[in-house]
């Protein structure tokens, strides 16, 4: 009876998704980004939101990302992105499919996803990791962008193992690094462990003006780190109250200032 109630999910053999077109062959010299955790897009607005903030952006990493709901059309009709998204379970009643998404003017040349080696607690649900690689102007190394939404109910152990699948994605890339999303580093703990990842990589936080974020423990879980390119300017925008997360919208050169 519980496994009838349990959602659908997938495995490492399912293929990712594809929505849109993008219009560009290749990125920069300057392109801005959006990072939002989504709320499952299901609170009143998020679609007018996300219109009006997706207008001007090059690059966009969305968690908790959904697919057979009503904004569908804002990915299946884009002639502007090609949006890549890994799943990670579908809801057995609804038939909404949960995940991440990834977008860009350009084309992703190289795509995978991981699923984390452990599930949640009670839904049984995994959690994801998303690698996209995209065409840089003027640059001989592509960008990898990796969009992560880390494991959250469970102890430090398990949360590293998911870190250690992040560390073998951004080892062998030897360009330019895009690393955003929702890393649920809600203890010190599991925030010094990420940082260890990232220190590895040699990767930059780009750090950002924020308030407190109460309902997550007071601690800030969305985090954009950066490698090969120059920060131009980064803000979260707590003024948008269609999901629990603030969205962060970023720009960034692929030139050296």
Not at 18 to 26: D, F, I, K, T, Y
Not at 54 to 64: F, G, H, R, T
Not at 103 to 110: L, M, S
Request: proline share 4%.
């Amino acid at each position: 009876m519980l496994k009838r109630m349990l959602p659908h999910c997938y495995t490492a053999d399912d293929e990712l998704r594809e929505l849109g077109q993008a219009e560009h062959q290749s990125l920069g010299p300057e392109f801005k980004i959006l990072v939002w955790n989504i709320l499952k897009a299901k609170r009143t607005n998020w679609i007018r939101d996300f219109a009006q903030l997706i207008v001007d952006k090059d690059l966009a990493l969305l968690q908790e990302a959904v697919l057979n709901a009503p904004s569908d059309y804002l990915f299946l009709d884009d002639n502007r992105m090609q949006w890549v998204m890994a799943r990670s379970f579908r809801h057995r009643a609804t038939r909404i499919e949960h995940g991440v998404k990834t977008g860009c003017v350009v084309p992703a040349t190289d795509k995978h996803f991981y699923l984390s080696p452990h599930t949640e607690p009670f839904s049984q649900t995994q959690k994801l990791l998303l690698s996209t690689q995209y065409r840089v102007r003027e640059c001989a190394d592509q960008l990898l962008v990796i969009n992560m939404h880390a494991i959250n109910f469970v102890g430090v152990k398990k949360y590293v193992d998911q870190l250690d699948q992040l560390e073998s994605a951004l080892a062998d890339h030897q360009g330019p690094i895009i690393l955003a999303g929702d890393f649920n580093t809600w203890t010190p703990a599991r925030l010094g462990h990420f940082l260890r990842v990232a220190e590895l990589a040699n990767l930059t936080e780009a750090c950002m003006e924020r308030q407190a974020r109460l309902a997550h423990m007071n601690q800030h879980l969305d985090h954009v780190f950066y490698r090969g390119l120059t920060l131009k300017s980064i803000e979260s925008l707590t003024q948008y109250r269609s999901s629990d997360h603030a969205p962060i919208v970023a720009s960034f050169t692929t030139a050296e200032t």
